[in-house]
């Protein structure tokens, strides 16, 4: 992705808000390329979302504008509703940010549930095997 005007404070660096915002970008993108998205999630008839409920980001150096960017993304754990991921911005070689997320997989009544056996399917060959 490339940073733009918007995404900077008045030093022209990236507000530190905004990686929150990449990381995002990140996951979905990566559950689309994968073969399913949010808003087939939304579409089944057992509806199902998910809902960050831990975010931990390091920053490790600035990103300025126009700097083109680079999300990369692990999908590692599935456990019951909850879902580990590992996140790392760069730029170039550069590591910008790395960011450790767990996200729960919820109902649309905002109940956690397992997630649909599709999604399982479809990102199985990028979870890390289990210990």
């Known amino acids: 992705m490339r940073v733009y005007y918007e995404d900077t404070d008045f030093t022209g660096l990236v507000y530190h808000?905004?990686?929150?915002?990449?990381?995002?970008?990140?996951?979905?993108?990566?559950?689309?390329l994968a073969g399913i998205g949010h808003a087939e999630l939304l579409d089944r008839e057992d509806p199902a979302a998910f809902v960050v409920t831990r975010l931990v980001i390091d920053y490790k150096k600035p990103a300025r504008i126009d700097d083109a960017l680079l999300v990369r993304t692990t999908y590692d754990v599935f456990r019951g509703a909850r879902l580990e991921v590992t996140q790392t911005i760069l730029r170039g070689e550069d590591v910008i940010a790395t960011a450790d997320v767990h996200a729960g997989c919820i109902a649309?009544?905002?109940?956690?549930r397992r997630p649909p056996s599709v999604l399982i399917e479809k990102l199985a060959g990028f979870l890390k095997p289990a210990p």
Request: hydrophobic letters at 30%; proline letters at 5%.
């Open 17 to 32: 808000a905004n990686h929150v915002r990449y990381f995002e970008r990140g996951r979905s993108d990566f559950l689309r």
């Open 108 to 112: 649309l009544t905002g109940r956690p």
